[in-house]
């Protein structure tokens, strides 16, 4: 399953910090334990000790302050050998798990065999292939627009847009410009470049907003963020943004960290 291992080793990061915080909470916990008993539906506190009396020592009211140290105890204890056993569990889930195992036995094929073979899920070139040769219809350009040309002679809209396809394109990175998408309550959008990513399967969207200090531009792009994000595509996830003004241009740097953060 995409993802998978990160999501076991997320919670392995919640699991230790629990762990840790019980830790210190049961150093600073009195010995011993505290037994509950009901008399004429009143609650009753006893201090067991190991050693000491059977039934424990009656807490009087005045003494009700070491029943609020004995309690959390034992629901540390649980929750600490619960904790320890998950972590037990993950940490021998993840030792050895590949997300890509199973597509690494057909690789590992003669490539004349892998011919007859129909892997048990289609490969990751498989899919990438089958998604990028889907047909869609793309926005037009107004005429009295200028013609830029990409490196392999697709039209874009700026140059700022010619430098992200030129960059993808030399790095090997499959994507479709312009691809419609219907988002909720806001209609069809068309996000500069649409991706397909490795890792999860899903599609991955990078947004370029060139003129920013364009107030009403400024504001349809923060619109059209929060289309996205009330449609579950959030930035750092699904969506990729990059910005630039008149002062303020698009750094190749950040194309090249993004892409290898997001897309490689």
Sequence with gaps: MADLREMLLQEQNRLEK????????????PPGKLRLSSSNKCVQYYYCVPGG???????????????????????????MKLVEKRLSQIRRITKDYDEEEIEKIFQAEHPERQKL???????????LSKWAAEDYKRK???????VILT??????????????????CRNGI?????????????????????????????EIYWEHDGRMDDPVYAQNAVRKIQAYEENGIYPGERLILTF???KIVLDTRTIERLAYRYLL
């Excluded at 609020?68 to 034992?74: D, N």
């Design 151 to 168: 490196e392999k002679g697709e039209r874009v809209r700026s140059k700022s847009e010619k430098i992200l396809a030129d960059f993808f």
């Design 53 to 79: 009396r059977k039934n424990g020592e009656y807490l009087p009211r005045e003494k009700e302050k070491m029943a609020y140290r004995l309690a959390p105890k034992s629901y540390d204890e649980k929750i």
């Design 18 to 29: 629990i762990l840790q915080k019980t830790s210190e909470q049961l150093k600073d916990a």
């Design 117 to 127: 073979i129909k892997p048990a899920e289609p490969v990751w070139e498989q899919q």
């Design 174 to 202: 499959l994507y479709k410009y312009e691809c419609p998408l219907h988002l909720k309550r806001f209609g069809t959008v068309h996000p500069d470049f649409t991706f397909l990513s490795r890792k999860t399967k899903q």
């Design 140 to 146: 037009e350009f107004q005429e009295d627009m200028p």
């Design 244 to 246: 630039e003004t008149g």
